[in-house]
Structure formats: structure tokens, C-alpha cells
């Protein structure tokens, strides 16, 4: 056996599957090129997806050539199974986590792989070569009569199996020939030093599978949503579901860390920590689904974090957190690691975590806006915390900020920044009102009427007869396009229209929307970008508001067409609709659902 895999799969060719705590990746080869453990925020196990040489991988397929290979999930869920066609004959292997109770014992984190033939006789082959801390640490293996136990510093896996393992060095695999209906089980899960390897029956793995097909399926069953397209908005559902991380409610941003916006290029960022945006808005989606234990979660969550006194520069809240809370995320590039198809830098960590971004406060109010409606009412600490955090953007909301794309070329006057700050302090006046809650309703109203003034003023350039990206520009960006989704102006006054022809002809191809043009807004970065998938699912809903139904179906009926063969999503969509950035991507999925629910509203 050698040691790397033969080349890339594209990002799409990849399914996901987790246990909320912790994600993997399965390639329709049967590989799963990215795991790791015990948090989504973890250091990498297997990380081939960025180094096929270094970062390490576990594959199980045919070990015959000439098979060809389909990818589904279980009927609503997040069980994963890739089937194998061959002259030979036709096999699976089914890819999946359980999910374990938060009963206050250790979570267990097992990845189990269960291999059936279906027709034919079939022959496989495993390898497992992990590549601890990102393919920084080196780790031994110890054969047992059921498995392997690898130990690297600080933490250790068993691989476990009824069938033996033979080693390659400090990584290890196995071929093994299954009839029409027979099965064998490979059980991955981190374990304390001293564990020794055991056997798990039939009944077990069956058991197991039966009752994670049983968790998805139930968790599925509280969804209201019954529109137009179910089957997509469902999948975006459980996608967000896997972006939660059970101990904390945190939601993080992506899957992934430094999945390339252009092949080759330098754009290439760890996703894989929460957002106060990117969560927020999640929250906003499950909460028009219907799934309100989420949303509950995520509050406890954001009440730790402004009960907290380490905020930076004495910011009511930090723009992101790891999913524990935690503020530390410096930037570090992974030198050793070549980065998918040689998309160098890979990093971990984000300096964007000490930028000033006001936007987050609008989103964030606006979903405890929500879920004080369609949840349960906030409580009394909740609104005290709230009351603070919109005391202090009354008293910053006209400063300089990085703006929602986290630009990293100097400070600007983001006229998405401006508006999000009246979004925020407009929701908690609408919150005070409705619950009769004390306020200084004076202040925030004078601060919510100067922002809009102010937006109305510098944020429109008469020469473009649009919303310009901030006051010192004639640039475009489709940020603005969330101006109307967030009742900012009405969709048919006269300079929105005028700004959506302009967002129209001049960001959108073909349906699919670029953030900016890069070479025009100097952002700090070099290289180009795809598509942003996000930017696409507002304009659905911004045509869709402004009467232009017709179009905006079109344009929703396309972007579908760029969903994976599983209905997954990355963050970008490249210039021959391949998926780029990190993958899966939370905002692309929440916009997906948002999208799809101002259509069915509007079409009736």
C-alpha cells in the first residue's frame, strides 16, 4: 500500500455525517479525508483533503479496479452510504456516528463503518492512516485480537473489528472478500491509553445504526416546513443540525478549515468555530422551521458568553468564539500541509476574531427578536445583557468597522454595518414594546433614526443610483441585498429597485452572485474568489419581494442545480460550478431555507 491517495476528489464529491460534537467527511471513493476529534474545532485525525500525502486518510472500497461508485443518505437523516458497482458485484458501505444522550458521561465518539454485499461476491480493502494534530504528531499502534489502539500525545483511538488488521508500519488495513448479504463492522472511537480493543457483535452495530437512523428521523419530525421543496430544505436542516456542538449549543460557521475560494489561491480560512453572525442566522432558519430546543440552546450559550468580562476593548461580545466559548484563536499556517490541489496557505485559528465587525449585534438581536416570538419569551438577565450591548452601540454604532466579509485592507463606513446597528437597536424596541420591557426607548429611538438618516444619506450613490458597499465608494456588494429582507426599505421603493437592477447587472452571472468584484475593493487579499452562494439565496428573496416572482423562482430552481449529488453546499461556487470554500457551509444552507420560505409564502 502506499501512502498518499492518487489525486483530490472536487470538495462536492463528499457527503458528511457527525455525532454533534464532531464531523467527518466520506468521499464517494469511499475515504474520509477529514475527521476530527473530539470537538468539530479539534485537531485533524484524517486530513487528506488538504494533503493527501501528509494528511492521513481511512478508506474502505473495492479492491478490484473498474467499479463505479453512488452516494445517498437514509431517508431523513445523517446515515451516509456509498454503494459500489461492479462487474463483480454491487456493494455499501454505511457511514454513520451515533448520537449519545448529554447525560453528564463521557460521549464516546464512535465512527462506525459497517460493509454489506449486496449482489456478488465482493473484495475490499481498508486502510486507516491517521495523521494526528494536522500530520504534526507521530503516533505508535498496538495490535489486539480486535483491533488497534493508536496512541499519539493526548489522545488515542481504537479501530475495532471482528476481521484481523495487518500492520504497514504505524498505520494499518486489511482486505476481506463478503457474500450476497453478509456484513462486517469497523468501529473508530477515541478511548483512554489503557483500553484494550473489543468485538462487537452483529447485533450491536445493527442496534447502533437502528437507533441514529431513529434519532434523525425524530429530530426531522418537528420540522413545520411542508412547502415546494421539502426534500432540499430538510437536507439544509440536517446540515445546520451537524454544525451544532451538543455540550455548549454553539453553531459554528463550516465543516472544514482552509478549503480553498479559488483553486490555487490564498483565500483559505478555518470556518470551523461560531460566528456570532453566522449562528444567529442559522438560529433564525431552524427557528422558522420550528426547531426551538435549538434555539434555546444557542441562548444559554450567547448568555455565558455576555456574562463573561474578557470581552475585547470593552465590546459587549467578541465577533467569534470556539465552540466552547473560548477566545483564543490565533492564526497559524500549517506550512507542511500543500493545501488542496496546492491551495496554500492552510491555516487554523482566525485573526478575524479581534476585528471590530457592528454588524453581528443586528443579526443577533434579530434572532432573539424571533425567539422571543416563536420560541419563548427571553427572560429577565437575557434583556438586561441586551439592554448593554445596545447601550453601547448607541454609543459606537458610527465607527469605522471590517464589515461582514472580514476585509483585512484597513477600516471602512460599511453601509452594511450601518444598517445591521439599526437593525439591532430597531428589534429591541419592537422586543420592549410587544413585552412592555423597560427601556430607554427615548435614546435608541433617536440613535435607530439617525443611522437610517445617515444610510439613506451616504450609504446611496447618486451616480450609480444605487447602495453603495460603504460611504467612500461607487463599488457594489450584494450585502445590501439583505437591506429589504430585514425591513430596512420597503422592496419597491424606487431606490431599492434601482439598486436590485444594479446588483443585477453588474454582481450576478447567470443567477449566481459575486460578494464584490475584488479587484476593485481592495480587501487586503490577493487572488479572486467564486460566487457566493448566500449572496445568490438573498437575491432569490429580494426579487421575490420586489414582485419579480417569476424570476426569483428561476433563479432558486438554479442555484438548486449546484447542490451536490446529496443536496450539500459549499460556500462559493466556482466558474464551472464547481464547489469552493469550505464545505459544508452553514450561511449557504440557512439561506437556502430562508429563501425557500419567502417563495412558498409569496407563491402562495
Not at 459500489?84 to 463521557?106: C, H, K, T, W, Y
Not at 490565533?330 to 478575524?352: D, F, Q
Request: aromatic share 12%.
Amino acid at each position: 500500500m502506499g501512502d498518499a491517495l492518487p489525486g483530490y476528489l472536487p470538495i462536492a464529491e463528499h457527503g458528511i455525517i457527525g455525532d454533534l460534537h464532531t464531523v467527518a467527511l466520506v468521499g464517494t471513493d469511499g475515504t474520509i479525508d477529514w475527521y476530527c476529534c473530539p470537538a468539530i474545532d479539534a485537531p485533524s485525525v484524517f486530513a487528506a483533503i488538504l494533503d493527501r500525502a501528509r494528511g492521513g486518510y481511512y478508506r474502505i472500497a473495492p479492491a478490484a479496479e473498474g467499479w463505479t461508485t453512488k452516494q445517498l443518505y437514509m431517508p431523513d437523516t445523517n446515515v451516509l452510504i456509498t454503494r459500489f458497482l461492479s462487474q463483480e458485484g454491487v456493494g455499501e458501505v454505511q457511514d454513520f456516528m451515533p448520537i449519545e444522550p448529554l447525560n453528564g458521561q463521557a460521549h464516546r465518539h464512535r465512527l462506525i463503518r459497517r460493509v454489506l454485499a449486496v449482489r456478488g461476491q465482493m473484495r475490499f480493502r481498508l486502510e486507516a492512516r491517521p495523521r494526528f494534530n494536522y500530520g504534526r504528531d507521530r503516533h505508535e499502534t498496538f495490535f489486539h485480537e480486535n483491533g488497534v489502539l493508536f496512541k499519539a500525545p493526548g489522545i488515542s483511538l481504537a479501530l475495532e473489528s471482528q476481521l484481523p488488521l495487518r500492520a504497514d508500519g504505524r498505520d494499518v488495513g486489511c482486505e476481506f472478500v463478503l457474500e450476497p448479504g453478509q456484513s462486517v463492522t469497523f468501529v473508530l472511537q477515541r478511548v483512554p491509553e489503557s483500553y484494550i480493543p473489543r468485538s462487537y457483535s452483529d447485533d450491536e452495530t445493527r442496534l447502533a445504526f437502528e437507533s441514529t437512523v431513529r434519532y434523525w428521523r425524530n429530530w426531522l419530525s418537528r420540522s413545520r416546513y411542508q412547502g415546494r421543496w421539502r426534500e432540499m430544505v430538510h437536507r439544509s436542516a440536517l446540515t445546520l443540525k451537524l454544525m451544532t456542538y451538543a455540550p455548549t449549543g454553539a453553531i459554528v460557521a463550516a465543516a472544514t478549515t482552509s478549503l480553498p475560494e479559488m483553486i490555487g489561491g490564498v483565500r483559505n480560512w478555518d470556518y470551523r468555530y461560531t460566528w456570532i453572525r453566522d449562528a444567529a442566522f442559522s438560529l433564525y432558519a431552524l427557528l422558522r422551521l420550528g426547531f426551538t430546543e435549538e434555539a434555546a440552546a444557542f441562548m444559554g450559550w450567547l448568555t455565558e458568553r455576555f456574562q463573561e468580562s474578557r470581552s475585547l476593548s470593552g465590546r459587549p461580545l467578541q465577533i467569534m468564539y470556539d465552540v466552547r466559548g473560548g477566545i483564543d484563536l490565533k492564526e497559524e499556517v500549517l506550512g507542511h500541509l500543500e493545501g488542496y490541489r496546492g491551495s496554500a496557505p492552510v491555516r487554523i485559528g482566525n485573526n478575524a476574531a479581534h476585528q471590530l465587525q457592528l454588524d453581528i449585534y443586528g443579526e443577533l438581536i434579530d434572532s432573539v427578536y424571533l425567539y422571543n416570538k416563536y420560541g419563548s419569551p427571553i427572560h429577565h438577565d437575557t434583556w438586561s445583557d441586551l439592554c448593554r450591548s445596545i447601550e453601547w452601540i448607541v454609543e459606537n454604532w458610527d465607527q469605522a468597522d471590517e464589515g461582514i466579509w472580514e476585509v483585512r485592507g484597513g477600516s471602512r463606513h460599511f453601509t452594511y454595518s450601518r444598517m445591521m446597528s439599526w437593525v439591532a437597536i430597531e428589534r429591541a424596541i419592537r422586543i420592549a414594546t410587544q413585552r412592555g420591557l423597560p427601556a430607554d426607548m427615548s435614546r435608541w429611538r433617536s440613535a435607530r433614526d439617525t443611522i437610517y438618516h445617515q444610510v439613506m444619506g451616504k450609504g446611496w450613490n447618486a451616480g450609480r443610483a444605487a447602495f453603495v458597499q460603504h460611504y467612500d465608494t461607487h463599488i457594489l456588494d450584494a450585502s445590501i441585498l439583505i437591506m429589504p429582507l430585514v425591513k430596512f426599505i420597503s422592496p419597491t421603493d424606487p431606490r431599492w429597485l434601482s439598486t436590485l437592477d444594479a446588483i443585477g447587472g453588474e454582481l450576478v452571472s447567470d443567477s449566481l452572485v459575486y460578494r464584490y468584484h475584488v479587484a476593485d475593493a481592495a480587501d487586503g487579499l490577493d487572488g479572486s474568489e467564486g460566487t457566493f452562494s448566500i449572496c445568490t439565496f438573498w437575491y432569490v428573496e429580494a426579487l421575490a419581494k420586489a414582485g419579480r416572482l417569476d424570476e426569483a423562482r428561476l433563479v432558486f430552481e438554479k442555484m438548486l442545480t449546484y447542490a451536490n449529488h446529496l443536496g450539500l453546499y459549499s460556500e462559493e461556487i466556482g466558474p464551472t460550478g464547481e464547489a469552493l470554500g469550505n464545505f459544508p457551509q452553514a450561511f449557504t444552507h440557512l439561506a437556502l431555507i430562508s429563501a425557500a420560505y419567502c417563495l412558498d409564502q409569496l407563491l402562495g
